[in-house]
Protein backbone atom coordinates (compact mmCIF):
# COMPACT_ATOMS: atom_id res chain seq x y z
CA UNK A 1 0.00 0.00 0.00
CA UNK A 2 1.40 3.28 -0.77
CA UNK A 3 1.94 6.28 1.55
CA UNK A 4 -1.04 8.22 -0.48
CA UNK A 5 -3.37 5.48 -0.44
CA UNK A 6 -2.60 4.71 3.20
CA UNK A 7 -3.05 8.61 4.28
CA UNK A 8 -6.28 8.76 2.01
CA UNK A 9 -7.57 5.37 3.97
CA UNK A 10 -6.68 7.19 7.68
CA UNK A 11 -8.54 10.30 6.58
CA UNK A 12 -11.79 8.11 5.33
CA UNK A 13 -11.95 6.54 8.70
CA UNK A 14 -14.71 8.86 10.09
CA UNK A 15 -16.91 7.89 6.85
CA UNK A 16 -16.17 4.70 7.18
CA UNK A 17 -17.42 4.54 10.42
CA UNK A 18 -20.43 6.71 9.44
CA UNK A 19 -21.36 3.77 6.97
CA UNK A 20 -21.28 1.27 9.40
CA UNK A 21 -22.97 2.11 12.13
CA UNK A 22 -25.68 3.24 9.53
CA UNK A 23 -25.47 -0.09 8.16
CA UNK A 24 -26.14 -2.04 11.78
CA UNK A 25 -28.84 0.17 12.82
CA UNK A 26 -30.25 -0.11 9.46
CA UNK A 27 -30.31 -3.79 9.49
CA UNK A 28 -31.64 -3.85 13.15
CA UNK A 29 -34.44 -2.06 12.49
CA UNK A 30 -36.06 -0.88 9.43
CA UNK A 31 -37.67 2.13 11.37
CA UNK A 32 -34.24 3.26 11.29
CA UNK A 33 -33.98 4.02 7.56
CA UNK A 34 -37.40 5.47 7.19
CA UNK A 35 -37.49 9.37 5.68
CA UNK A 36 -38.85 10.91 9.09
CA UNK A 37 -36.52 9.27 11.22
CA UNK A 38 -33.27 10.43 9.07
CA UNK A 39 -34.99 13.63 9.24
CA UNK A 40 -35.20 13.59 12.79
CA UNK A 41 -31.37 12.62 12.94
CA UNK A 42 -30.68 15.37 11.32
CA UNK A 43 -32.69 18.00 13.77
CA UNK A 44 -31.65 16.62 16.63
CA UNK A 45 -27.53 16.32 15.92
CA UNK A 46 -28.12 20.56 14.75
CA UNK A 47 -27.38 21.68 17.76
CA UNK A 48 -24.31 19.32 18.85
CA UNK A 49 -22.39 20.11 15.27
CA UNK A 50 -22.88 23.63 16.23
CA UNK A 51 -21.30 23.81 19.09
CA UNK A 52 -18.68 21.12 17.69
CA UNK A 53 -17.45 23.71 14.78
CA UNK A 54 -16.99 26.01 17.32
CA UNK A 55 -14.89 23.35 19.30
CA UNK A 56 -13.10 22.79 15.65
CA UNK A 57 -12.00 26.09 15.30
CA UNK A 58 -10.00 25.79 18.94
CA UNK A 59 -8.53 22.60 18.46
CA UNK A 60 -7.28 23.46 15.35
CA UNK A 61 -5.06 25.79 16.87
CA UNK A 62 -3.98 22.99 19.39
CA UNK A 63 -6.44 24.43 22.47
CA UNK A 64 -9.42 23.57 23.82
CA UNK A 65 -13.05 24.85 25.15
CA UNK A 66 -14.25 23.00 28.31
CA UNK A 67 -16.71 25.72 29.23
CA UNK A 68 -18.85 25.17 25.78
CA UNK A 69 -21.48 23.37 28.01
CA UNK A 70 -21.79 25.94 30.38
CA UNK A 71 -21.69 28.80 28.22
CA UNK A 72 -24.79 27.54 26.92
CA UNK A 73 -26.48 27.07 29.64
CA UNK A 74 -25.28 30.79 30.96
CA UNK A 75 -26.77 31.88 27.39
CA UNK A 76 -29.58 30.17 27.18
CA UNK A 77 -30.91 31.14 30.60
CA UNK A 78 -30.31 35.27 30.08
CA UNK A 79 -32.34 34.91 27.03
CA UNK A 80 -34.98 32.68 29.41
CA UNK A 81 -34.88 35.16 32.15
CA UNK A 82 -35.79 38.03 29.46
CA UNK A 83 -38.25 36.53 27.66
CA UNK A 84 -39.85 35.05 30.78
CA UNK A 85 -40.29 39.01 32.13
CA UNK A 86 -41.79 39.90 28.78
CA UNK A 87 -38.99 40.90 26.17
CA UNK A 88 -38.98 40.51 22.75
CA UNK A 89 -37.63 36.96 21.74
CA UNK A 90 -35.04 38.52 19.47
CA UNK A 91 -33.75 40.68 21.86
CA UNK A 92 -33.48 37.61 24.28
CA UNK A 93 -31.58 35.60 21.77
CA UNK A 94 -29.49 38.85 21.19
CA UNK A 95 -28.47 38.68 24.62
CA UNK A 96 -27.85 35.00 24.43
CA UNK A 97 -25.18 35.67 21.47
CA UNK A 98 -23.83 38.87 24.09
CA UNK A 99 -22.80 36.02 26.59
CA UNK A 100 -21.20 33.86 23.97
CA UNK A 101 -19.03 36.37 22.84
CA UNK A 102 -18.16 37.86 26.10
CA UNK A 103 -17.15 34.30 27.81
CA UNK A 104 -15.11 33.29 24.56
CA UNK A 105 -13.21 36.73 25.09
CA UNK A 106 -12.28 35.84 29.03
CA UNK A 107 -11.59 32.85 27.72
CA UNK A 108 -9.37 34.35 25.43
CA UNK A 109 -7.87 37.02 27.46
CA UNK A 110 -6.34 34.61 30.43
CA UNK A 111 -5.03 32.28 27.29
CA UNK A 112 -3.38 34.91 25.40
CA UNK A 113 -2.61 37.63 28.06
CA UNK A 114 -1.86 36.29 30.87
CA UNK A 115 -0.54 32.88 29.11
CA UNK A 116 -2.41 30.24 31.14
CA UNK A 117 -3.10 26.91 29.68
CA UNK A 118 -6.41 26.62 27.58
CA UNK A 119 -7.22 23.43 29.43
CA UNK A 120 -7.24 25.56 33.17
CA UNK A 121 -8.61 28.59 32.10
CA UNK A 122 -11.83 26.80 30.12
CA UNK A 123 -12.07 24.54 33.00
CA UNK A 124 -12.15 27.25 35.24
CA UNK A 125 -15.42 28.86 33.44
CA UNK A 126 -17.28 25.35 33.19
CA UNK A 127 -17.55 25.81 37.13
CA UNK A 128 -17.92 29.76 37.40
CA UNK A 129 -20.32 29.85 34.11
CA UNK A 130 -22.16 26.76 35.63
CA UNK A 131 -22.56 28.66 38.99
CA UNK A 132 -23.68 31.94 37.53
CA UNK A 133 -26.32 29.92 35.76
CA UNK A 134 -27.65 27.87 38.85
CA UNK A 135 -27.90 31.17 40.72
CA UNK A 136 -29.29 33.26 37.93
CA UNK A 137 -32.08 30.39 37.47
CA UNK A 138 -32.48 29.14 41.05
CA UNK A 139 -31.89 25.97 40.51
CA UNK A 140 -35.19 25.66 38.81
CA UNK A 141 -36.22 24.89 35.11
CA UNK A 142 -37.98 27.90 32.90
CA UNK A 143 -40.53 26.68 30.63
CA UNK A 144 -40.66 28.86 28.16
CA UNK A 145 -43.72 30.21 25.76
CA UNK A 146 -44.68 28.03 22.76
CA UNK A 147 -43.66 30.68 20.36
CA UNK A 148 -40.11 28.91 21.41
CA UNK A 149 -40.87 25.39 20.42
CA UNK A 150 -42.63 26.84 17.39
CA UNK A 151 -39.32 28.21 16.21
CA UNK A 152 -37.86 24.93 16.11
CA UNK A 153 -41.02 22.99 14.90
CA UNK A 154 -40.96 25.61 11.51
CA UNK A 155 -40.10 24.66 8.19
CA UNK A 156 -38.62 26.60 5.82
CA UNK A 157 -39.08 25.27 2.03
CA UNK A 158 -39.93 21.94 3.78
CA UNK A 159 -36.96 21.81 6.09
CA UNK A 160 -36.82 22.58 9.56
CA UNK A 161 -35.29 25.59 10.67
CA UNK A 162 -32.74 23.89 13.16
CA UNK A 163 -31.17 22.00 10.25
CA UNK A 164 -31.28 25.63 8.29
CA UNK A 165 -29.58 27.09 10.73
CA UNK A 166 -27.06 24.50 11.15
CA UNK A 167 -26.16 24.61 7.78
CA UNK A 168 -25.64 28.14 7.98
CA UNK A 169 -23.16 28.44 10.73
CA UNK A 170 -21.77 25.23 8.77
CA UNK A 171 -21.25 27.03 5.51
CA UNK A 172 -19.79 30.08 7.19
CA UNK A 173 -17.38 28.13 9.00
CA UNK A 174 -16.75 26.30 6.31
CA UNK A 175 -15.90 28.90 3.77
CA UNK A 176 -13.70 31.12 6.71
CA UNK A 177 -11.58 27.98 6.71
CA UNK A 178 -10.74 27.49 3.48
CA UNK A 179 -11.34 30.48 1.43
CA UNK A 180 -9.99 33.02 3.98
CA UNK A 181 -6.92 34.22 4.64
CA UNK A 182 -7.66 34.03 8.69
CA UNK A 183 -8.85 30.34 7.94
CA UNK A 184 -5.34 30.03 6.42
CA UNK A 185 -3.63 31.70 9.19
CA UNK A 186 -5.76 29.38 11.82
CA UNK A 187 -4.21 25.88 10.37
CA UNK A 188 -0.79 27.86 10.74
CA UNK A 189 -1.11 28.83 13.93
CA UNK A 190 -1.97 25.01 15.20
CA UNK A 191 1.13 23.37 13.27
CA UNK A 192 3.15 25.44 15.10
CA UNK A 193 2.60 28.79 16.97
CA UNK A 194 6.26 29.50 16.75
CA UNK A 195 6.68 29.35 13.23
CA UNK A 196 3.33 31.71 12.63
CA UNK A 197 4.98 34.12 15.44
CA UNK A 198 8.06 34.64 13.03
CA UNK A 199 6.59 34.73 9.98
CA UNK A 200 4.74 37.68 10.92
CA UNK A 201 1.43 36.39 11.96
CA UNK A 202 -0.42 37.81 14.99
CA UNK A 203 -0.85 34.94 16.93
CA UNK A 204 -2.25 36.04 20.32
CA UNK A 205 -5.23 38.04 18.01
CA UNK A 206 -5.91 34.42 15.82
CA UNK A 207 -6.48 32.59 19.16
CA UNK A 208 -8.39 35.33 20.58
CA UNK A 209 -11.17 34.87 18.01
CA UNK A 210 -11.22 31.22 18.03
CA UNK A 211 -12.10 31.39 21.39
CA UNK A 212 -14.80 34.39 20.65
CA UNK A 213 -16.01 31.90 17.72
CA UNK A 214 -16.17 29.20 19.97
CA UNK A 215 -17.90 31.22 22.62
CA UNK A 216 -20.67 32.55 19.57
CA UNK A 217 -21.26 29.09 18.28
CA UNK A 218 -21.86 27.68 22.27
CA UNK A 219 -24.85 30.62 22.61
CA UNK A 220 -26.32 29.69 19.10
CA UNK A 221 -26.25 25.65 20.09
CA UNK A 222 -28.00 26.71 22.95
CA UNK A 223 -30.65 28.50 21.53
CA UNK A 224 -31.39 25.60 19.25
CA UNK A 225 -31.55 23.42 21.77
CA UNK A 226 -34.04 25.46 23.77
CA UNK A 227 -36.34 25.75 20.64
CA UNK A 228 -36.60 21.93 20.62
CA UNK A 229 -36.72 21.46 24.35
CA UNK A 230 -38.86 24.51 25.20
CA UNK A 231 -37.33 24.30 28.83
CA UNK A 232 -33.85 25.55 30.60
CA UNK A 233 -32.64 23.21 33.12
CA UNK A 234 -30.18 22.77 35.66
CA UNK A 235 -28.97 20.26 33.56
CA UNK A 236 -28.94 21.97 30.92
CA UNK A 237 -25.67 21.84 28.12
CA UNK A 238 -24.16 19.38 30.84
CA UNK A 239 -21.20 17.75 29.14
CA UNK A 240 -21.76 18.97 26.02
CA UNK A 241 -17.86 19.98 26.16
CA UNK A 242 -16.90 16.63 25.83
CA UNK A 243 -19.45 15.57 22.88
CA UNK A 244 -18.58 18.58 21.11
CA UNK A 245 -14.27 17.33 21.31
CA UNK A 246 -15.29 13.63 20.28
CA UNK A 247 -17.81 15.17 17.27
CA UNK A 248 -14.78 17.59 15.90
CA UNK A 249 -11.96 14.54 16.63
CA UNK A 250 -14.56 11.83 15.30
CA UNK A 251 -13.98 13.78 12.11
CA UNK A 252 -10.73 13.87 11.41
CA UNK A 253 -9.63 17.17 13.62
CA UNK A 254 -6.63 16.74 15.45
CA UNK A 255 -6.23 17.11 19.14
CA UNK A 256 -2.90 18.69 18.08
CA UNK A 257 -3.68 21.28 15.80
CA UNK A 258 -3.05 22.05 12.48
CA UNK A 259 -5.41 19.29 10.89
CA UNK A 260 -9.11 19.44 10.45
CA UNK A 261 -11.96 20.62 8.96
CA UNK A 262 -15.90 21.67 9.32
CA UNK A 263 -16.96 20.25 6.18
CA UNK A 264 -17.44 17.42 6.03
CA UNK A 265 -14.90 16.51 9.16
CA UNK A 266 -16.92 17.77 12.58
CA UNK A 267 -20.62 17.72 10.55
CA UNK A 268 -19.84 14.20 9.72
CA UNK A 269 -18.44 13.34 13.50
CA UNK A 270 -21.47 14.79 15.07
CA UNK A 271 -24.03 12.71 12.94
CA UNK A 272 -22.20 10.15 13.52
CA UNK A 273 -22.87 10.67 17.49
CA UNK A 274 -26.35 11.54 16.97
CA UNK A 275 -26.67 8.23 15.03
CA UNK A 276 -25.51 5.84 17.49
CA UNK A 277 -27.89 7.68 20.01
CA UNK A 278 -30.82 7.41 17.52
CA UNK A 279 -30.36 4.06 16.85
CA UNK A 280 -30.15 3.11 20.23
CA UNK A 281 -33.41 4.56 21.01
CA UNK A 282 -35.17 2.63 18.25
CA UNK A 283 -33.36 -0.02 19.85
CA UNK A 284 -34.66 0.65 22.91
CA UNK A 285 -31.88 0.11 24.59
CA UNK A 286 -31.30 0.82 28.59
CA UNK A 287 -31.18 3.89 28.66
CA UNK A 288 -28.16 3.50 31.07
CA UNK A 289 -25.91 2.43 28.43
CA UNK A 290 -25.99 5.68 26.41
CA UNK A 291 -23.71 7.32 28.53
CA UNK A 292 -21.45 4.30 28.42
CA UNK A 293 -21.55 4.29 25.06
CA UNK A 294 -20.78 8.15 24.24
CA UNK A 295 -17.92 7.42 26.53
CA UNK A 296 -17.05 4.91 24.23
CA UNK A 297 -16.91 6.93 21.13
CA UNK A 298 -14.96 9.60 22.84
CA UNK A 299 -12.05 6.94 23.52
CA UNK A 300 -12.42 5.87 20.33
CA UNK A 301 -12.01 9.30 18.88
CA UNK A 302 -9.04 9.84 21.05
CA UNK A 303 -7.43 7.16 20.51
CA UNK A 304 -8.22 6.91 16.48
CA UNK A 305 -6.44 10.27 16.42
CA UNK A 306 -3.59 9.26 17.99
CA UNK A 307 -2.83 6.51 15.71
CA UNK A 308 -3.70 8.52 12.68
CA UNK A 309 -0.79 11.32 13.99
CA UNK A 310 1.25 8.28 14.47
CA UNK A 311 1.05 6.72 11.09
CA UNK A 312 0.83 9.92 9.53
CA UNK A 313 4.25 10.68 10.83
CA UNK A 314 5.97 7.61 9.99
CA UNK A 315 4.64 8.17 6.67
CA UNK A 316 6.19 11.79 6.30
CA UNK A 317 9.49 10.32 7.83
CA UNK A 318 9.46 7.71 4.78
CA UNK A 319 8.88 10.56 2.22
CA UNK A 320 12.15 12.21 3.37
CA UNK A 321 14.41 9.46 4.05
CA UNK A 322 15.19 8.66 0.85
CA UNK A 323 16.05 12.14 -0.29
CA UNK A 324 18.20 11.99 2.30
CA UNK A 325 19.92 8.89 1.08
CA UNK A 326 20.53 9.77 -2.50
CA UNK A 327 22.11 13.64 -1.39
CA UNK A 328 25.35 11.93 -0.61
CA UNK A 329 25.36 10.46 -4.18
CA UNK A 330 24.06 12.39 -5.96
CA UNK A 331 26.92 15.43 -4.70
Known amino acids: ?56 FVLLTAGVDLSVGSVMFVAVAVAGKMIFNGQPVWLGFL ?30 MLFAARGFGLWLTNTRAMNMPDVITQIGAGKIAGVPVPIWIFALVCCVAHLVLTRTAFGRQIYA ?16 RILFSVYVICGVCAAVSGLVALTQTGAVSPAFGDTKEFVAIAAAVLGGTSLFGGRGSVLPGTVLGALLIQTVENGLVILNA ?25 LL ?3 NRRRIRPHDAEAPASA
Open 1 to 56: MTPKTLTRLLNGIPLLLFALVFAVFGLLSGKFLEAQNLLNIGVQASSTAIVAIGMT
Open 313 to 315: EKI
Open 189 to 204: VGHDQEAARKAGLNVP
Open 95 to 124: AAIGVGVLAGAINAFFVTRMKIVAFIVTLA
Open 286 to 310: NPYSYPLVTSAIILAAVVLDSLRAR
